[in-house]
């Protein structure tokens, strides 16, 4: 009895969803890790959008039509990701989407945006999305090309040339190792260890005692939490005293309290966001930064997140193009995203064209430092 | 023969109302969850093959699935061989694969059966994982291309779902009648008692082995199939979890029923899709409808249809129920 | 590699294997009553810690009440779950009841994360977190902690199970339960035994854990696969193996990672399991009959 009163008021449920439809609305869609091992990503990526969705609407909305935008959830599962988004396509008709938020479950869906002819702007940030470059896909992380190209200005003004990497073996940690192993020997560095853990290991304290035999001036751990967190108290605790990067991976309030006063001193590249009171009042991110952090924070009482930037930056940049070419008609949406120029976002200042679907450089980082439980731009 | 006509009237009268489904359900969306529900329920069969009627467990299915998406892909994509030659070898790698990993793992019992199996799949999956030349590495496989078979290209997701569709009614056919031949009886003899079924000349170790390559090489199929439909895989797919829904399809569709496995696997794989717009609350849904179907059809999906229908008509035919498969 | 390295390894596997060990042990004591592989054992790792970190944040208690309040909430749980879930349908198979424990395991996850957010959490370590040098090896204050009351837990549980009537009741239902109801003993109290001995376990586990190895709402889902693997390493059923069971799978998967490869650690611990279990086939320590044909 109790079973047929729930599938009955599934099948309600289900019904009532499918009927409601909004004829006079400019509708974007996203699909976001909002759950599962990514979720660090796409639940501020998912609370900004809905919180950009408010905001655009009491401004009028898009085109004088109401903004709606419909997320999914792919529960960092690329088989639901590609469900989710045949879904936003075939179903929903969407004119343009945001996300996904991880490489993996973008380089899954590419194809169906090819063939369906609507532009997709990704929140992941691996390079294979946007090289080389297709038509319909775009991308607004800061690549792990230019983490890693601030992190060796800084270490080679430190004269730190022996370097040894630890990463996490999921898509994050490849990628960024690729980068490592890819820039750093043409670079003048010495590659002396190259050390990997699972996403979910507790201790790598093994790996790290390798690492100290090895004589390295340097560590660079590309991960994202709760790994980089256990890898700096693990270093604090074997008592090793090299120098250590992270990666943007990490640049939230929640590594700090996880890593405690294993945190100090530690070098990360990051997007202004987290340093946005620090930063010189003439950059021109300075009053967006400002003013997204405090509305975020407001809404959700939670600290803001580099993360949630872009989900910022895809919403903004599509609407960004719809305006322009005072048309929400996807194919050209895609032609004007091309033809963005200087647009301030939370990630940087973007500048796409049809040779770049990124639109970031290196200058969208500062290397930053943990100092008294709190990051310190430096200099 | 009562027996074959039935089985191939009601295969056939179950393709047909999958050829039937695109036209009532016309969104892409629909195709796609459906050609996702056949890859499941073509590897959930196999499963049951194993669990229902041989009474082994596995819990690493999810790794035939992989190693056989990944040899395709790999085949096909890095060395340019034609489709069908890297789906065959898909299938094939993932039956030989199992055939060598049989002999040791399947003289285990029980849960060290289950440990040596799930073993093996974290195994595949690390190495899936880490060799990131040949497979792409964490971040996934791309540029897998379409079946191209007999000079047409089945390149749009209707065909694709037709040709999905069809090797599933294959695998439940050649189910069915395998159940019913000689090696069927054996293995349900098997089932009941082992020591009986040697103790009349049943060489058990190698029924063991055959059904187990036999549910490897299905689960090979479905993940060439994937592989070739999605034309981009990575090793998330593939993980134990996997192995652990698999497993969970088969019990709650009802062991030893072919038929209850087909309604697991679409019941199981379609369930999330509806429960989309609970949001956070969807896993806690999930969980407790999981809980409560175990608990309230203890037979399976097919085994609370079977005692349905015996009493709709209104008198108890035990006979009846276990010929729900 | 020189020997301090080497004891460094062997330390961190000892404190990673704890946790397997640990977890382990719960699987053992239900499944010793009941014949069910617990999927929720790693759930009740789960709560043991989230909860410690949840009373101590929200509700601002000492690290001390907070921790024995999330002990005995988990040990309520584990009996919740069995009266709602296992009992109704006891004489269910084996298999349908495993997989009820998988479902239960999804639902208290979903919970965990809607209750708690996704975020990781820590606990503050008992004793400081000052590192203690040990022939040019290091061992954290915690490590200690967790190593002596793992060995409290495992010697405690063998005096329950050989010293009490209670202890005993649950040993005979494991032997054979049509036998043990004969001679009167409620089979369904020594269930509902076992599950809150368990939940207990499971909590402790987690709370003296969380200051090393972090937690978080999904942390469950490796543990209780890791778990299992040391319950079968050292033999299904003896609470002995699978505590020495899980501290040699840490031990492998530490070396592994300090003297082969650390992306291989995993698979080289599982190779090892596996070239064992086809030379023993019982595990390690297993007593019982493998039923080898």
């Not at chain 2, 793992?105 to 899936?128: H, P, R």
């Not at chain 2, 709650?252 to 609350?281: D, H, I, K």
Request: overall charge neutral.
């Amino acid at each position: 009895m109790k079973l047929k009163g729930l599938v009955l008021a599934l099948a309600m449920a289900f019904l009532v969803s499918a009927c409601s439809t909004e004829p006079e609305s400019v509708k974007i869609g996203a699909v976001l890790s909002a759950t599962g091992p990514a979720s660090f990503l796409g639940e501020p990526e998912k609370n900004t959008m809905q919180m950009l969705q408010e905001e655009i609407n009491a401004k009028g909305g898009v085109l004088g039509k109401k903004l709606e935008i419909v997320i999914y959830d792919d529960e960092t599962d690329v088989n639901k990701c590609v469900l989710a988004a045949k879904k936003l396509l075939d179903k929903d008709g969407v004119v343009a989407v945001a996300g996904p938020s991880v490489s993996g479950n973008t380089l899954a869906i590419i194809k169906f945006f090819e063939e369906a002819k609507i532009p997709l702007v990704s929140c992941a940030a691996s390079e294979k999305i946007v090289t080389p470059v297709n038509a319909w896909v775009f991308n607004t992380p800061q690549l792990d090309r230019h983490a890693v190209t601030r992190i060796m200005l800084d270490a080679k003004a430190k004269g730190l040339n022996n370097i040894a990497i630890i990463t996490v073996s999921n898509g994050f940690g490849q990628s960024g190792r690729a980068v490592l192993q890819e820039l750093l020997p043409p670079n003048g560095f010495n590659l002396v260890a190259d050390e990997v853990y699972g996403p979910k290991d507790t201790d790598m304290t093994a790996q790290l005692t390798k690492i100290k035999a090895a004589g390295a001036d340097a560590i660079i751990c590309w991960g994202t939490n709760p790994g980089p967190a256990v890898v700096a108290r693990n270093r604090v605790q074997l008592g090793i005293d090299t120098p250590l990067y992270m990666s943007h991976g990490v640049a939230s309030k929640k590594f700090i309290e996880l890593a405690g006063p294993a945190a100090e001193g530690i070098m990360l590249p990051a997007g202004r966001l987290i340093v946005a009171d620090q930063i010189p009042d003439d950059n021109p991110q300075k009053p967006l930064l400002l003013s997204y952090a405090k509305a975020y924070t407001e809404k959700y009482n939670a600290p803001v997140s580099t993360f949630g930037g872009h989900g910022w930056d895809s919403i903004k940049l599509i609407v960004e193009a719809i305006n322009m070419g005072k048309s929400a008609k996807p194919a050209d949406i895609r032609d004007n995203l091309e033809k963005i120029k200087g647009f301030v976002g939370t990630g940087g200042v973007f500048n796409y064209s049809p040779e770049n679907h990124n639109g970031l450089d290196e200058n969208a980082f500062v290397m930053v430092v943990i100092k008294d439980g709190d990051w310190k731009i430096m200099d | 023969m009562q027996g074959l006509k039935k089985d191939l009237l009601l295969t056939g009268a179950f393709l047909s109302a999958l050829c039937l489904a695109p036209w009532v359900l016309p969104s892409g969306y629909y195709l796609t969850v459906l050609i996702m529900c056949c890859l499941n329920a073509m590897t959930v069969v196999g499963l049951n093959l194993l669990l229902g009627y041989a009474g082994q467990i596995s819990l690493g299915h999810a790794a035939f699935y992989g190693l056989a998406a990944y040899t395709t892909a790999i085949l096909t994509t890095t060395l340019g061989l034609p489709v069908a030659l890297g789906m065959l070898a898909g299938v094939g790698l993932a039956a030989l694969v199992a055939f060598v990993i049989g002999i040791p793992t399947l003289k285990l019992s029980g849960n060290y059966l289950a440990m040596a199996t799930l073993g093996f799949g974290v195994i595949v999956y690390i190495f899936l994982n880490e060799t990131v030349g040949l497979t792409g590495g964490p971040s996934g496989f791309t540029g897998i291309p379409r079946l191209n078979a007999a000079g047409l290209t089945l390149s749009s997701d209707r065909s694709y779902y037709y040709l999905t569709a069809a090797v599933l009614c294959a695998v439940v056919l050649l189910s069915l009648n395998l159940i019913r031949s000689r090696l069927g009886r054996a293995l349900r003899a098997l089932h009941t008692s082992e020591k009986a079924a040697q103790a009349v000349g049943i060489d058990i170790a190698r029924y063991k082995l055959f059904i187990f390559v036999l549910s490897a090489a299905f689960a090979g199929a479905a993940g060439v199939l994937y592989a070739h439909y999605l034309t981009f895989i990575a090793p998330s797919s593939f993980g134990f979890l996997f192995s652990v829904e698999l497993l969970v399809m088969v019990v709650l569709g009802g062991m030893a029923s072919v038929w209850g496995s087909v309604t697991g696997a679409f019941f199981l794989t379609a369930l999330p899709e509806f429960l989309r717009m609970f949001e956070n609350v969807e896993i806690i849904i999930y969980g407790a409808i999981l809980i409560l179907c175990m608990m309230f059809l203890p037979r399976g999906l097919a085994g609370g249809v079977s005692s349905l229908a015996v009493r709709l008509r209104g008198r108890a035919r035990p006979g009846e129920d276990d010929h729900a498969s | 590699m020189d020997s301090a390295s080497l004891l460094q390894f062997l330390i961190s596997g000892l404190t990673v294997g704890s946790t397997y060990g640990l977890t382990a042990l719960g699987f053992t004591i239900i499944f010793n009553t009941t014949g069910i592989i617990n999927f929720a054992q790693g759930e009740f790792v789960m709560l043991g810690g989230m909860l410690s970190v949840f009373f101590m944040r929200i509700a601002g208690l000492d690290e001390a009440s907070a921790i024995v309040l999330a002990v005995a909430a988990v040990t309520l749980a584990g009996a919740l779950i069995e009266r709602f879930t296992i009992r109704p349908v006891k004489d269910a198979s084996i298999i349908n009841l495993i997989i009820i424990t998988i479902g239960v395991s999804i639902f208290i996850r979903g919970l965990a994360m809607l209750a708690w957010g996704k975020d990781t959490f820590a606990l503050p370590p008992f004793s400081g977190d000052a590192p203690i040098a040990l022939f040019g090896a290091v061992v954290m204050p915690q490590s200690i902690w967790v190593l002596a009351i793992s060995l409290l837990i495992l010697s405690g549980l063998k005096a329950f199970f050989s010293g009490t009537i209670y202890g005993k009741g649950m040993l005979a239902c494991a032997q054979d339960k049509k036998a043990a109801y004969l001679v009167g003993i409620s089979v369904e109290r020594m269930v509902l035994l076992s599950f809150m001995i368990s939940g207990l376990v499971g909590a402790v586990g987690g709370a003296i854990l969380a200051p090393i190895t972090l937690t978080s709402f999904d942390v469950g889902v490796i543990l209780g696969l890791k778990g299992f693997a040391a319950c079968i390493l050292g033999g299904l059923g003896n609470p002995f193996g699978a505590a020495a069971g899980g501290l040699i799978l840490g031990v492998l998967e530490s070396f592994g990672a300090g003297l082969l490869s650390s992306a291989y650690k995993d698979a080289f611990a599982f190779i090892i399991l596996l070239l064992l279990l086809f030379v023993r086939p019982s595990g390690l320590f297993g007593t019982r009959e493998a039923k080898r044909v």
